[in-house]
């Protein structure tokens, strides 16, 4: 019988998977952070092509070059790949917010914070979309079904992303700038209810131009910060503004 050789072609393709084979036969274990950063990557850009509802975890291994066993063990799904999403989402918005100046005028670190959170959407798109995702009325309704559980929305008061907006509303309480009448907490939903509306509008593409954007964001802001002045510091506001 004939004995069949491999052609050069043949020879040179076996040889070169031979050479990437790691010793021992199996593959190199990626580090859990890196892989992480590659699921959460991947996941981030069908956010932005599909949605949450579009992300297929059979696609999204590829994509991170991960089995789906390895992503039902970290994750236990679509939904704990979700969740996973929605922590980092936080996580950097509050990473953005605590990069705000809290010294010197405690009024101009409440404005920057406003900023800070409009930047925020506009780089993270994708994770701005999940976050607000959960504040829609289907989420609420879902999470009534279990009485004892807070809605998603009710969540975000207890993320690390509110506690700058809760200091600094304190500080403004405490050197009069802003009213004592009405609870910090009181003031922290009625500013982020106003930035996360105005931001949602830009990022829908409700405006025009960026311009507008922008003048939009600081004029209703700025507005609804005034509401809650102290009557010490409007009188010294009108004063400053006829002299």
Same mark, same amino acid.
């Given at each position: ?11 040179? !393709? ?17 580090? #859990? ?6 699921? *959460? ?6 956010? =932005?092509?599909?949605? &949450? ?11 991170? $070059? *991960? ?5 039902? @063990? ?10 996973? =999403? ?23 670190? =409440? ?11 506009? !780089?993270? &798109? ?11 009325? %289907? ?9 004892? %559980?807070? @809605?998603?929305?009710? !969540? ?17 309480? !405490?050197?009069?700038?802003?009213? @004592? ?8 939903? #009625? ?30 802001? $700025? ?21």
């Amino acid at each position: 019988m004939r004995r069949q050789t491999m052609s050069d072609t043949e020879l040179q !393709e076996s040889t070169e998977k031979l050479e990437k084979k790691p010793k021992g036969g199996r593959q190199k274990r990626r580090p #859990a952070e890196e892989q992480r950063r590659a699921l *959460l990557d991947a996941a981030t850009q069908m956010l =932005l092509t599909s949605g &949450p509802d579009g992300i297929s975890l059979r696609k999204l291994a590829k994509e991170a $070059g *991960l089995t789906t066993m390895a992503i039902y @063990t970290q994750y236990g799904g679509k939904d704990g790949v979700l969740h996973a =999403l929605y922590e980092e989402a936080f996580l950097r918005l509050a990473l953005k917010q605590e990069a705000v100046s809290n010294e010197g005028d405690p009024l101009n670190w =409440l404005r920057q914070l406003g900023r800070a959170y409009r930047a925020f959407a506009i !780089e993270n &798109p994708a994770y701005f979309a999940l976050m607000i995702r959960i504040t829609e009325p %289907q989420a609420a309704d879902n999470a009534r079904t279990d009485p004892q %559980q807070p @809605t998603p929305a009710r !969540e975000i008061a207890a993320q690390r992303s509110f506690q700058s907006l809760l200091a600094a509303i304190t500080a403004c309480q !405490e050197t009069d700038i802003l009213r @004592t009448d009405v609870s910090t907490q009181e003031i922290a939903d #009625a500013l982020w209810a106003v930035v996360n509306g105005l931001t949602s509008l830009e990022m829908a593409g409700y405006y025009a131009t960026v311009e507008d954007a922008e003048s939009r964001f600081a004029l209703t802001a $700025g507005i609804l910060i005034e509401g809650f002045y102290s009557k010490n510091f409007r009188a010294l506001a009108e004063h400053n503004l006829e002299s």
